[in-house]
């Protein structure tokens, strides 16, 4: 099994950090969830784009 081409470390600083579980974020900075943790992610982050405003309609 080859590894994938994801960084499945973070380092904030000097303190480096390691996920847990199947949860990643890619070298170019794009998080994936696992399916344990998706479906409260996704509400988190979509209570928080409606609250910072990031989005508008388009016609």
Do not use: S
């Not at 099994?1 to 904030?12: A, H, L, R, S």
């Not at 979509?46 to 388009?58: F, G, K, P, S």
């Amino acid at each position: 099994m080859t590894n994938p081409p994801y960084n499945k470390q973070t380092v904030e600083g000097d303190k480096k950090t390691q996920w847990i579980c199947g949860c990643f974020e890619t070298i170019d900075g794009y998080f994936w969830f696992c399916d344990e943790h998706k479906n409260t992610l996704r509400k988190t982050i979509e209570a928080q784009i409606d609250e910072l405003d990031m989005t508008r309609v388009l016609e």
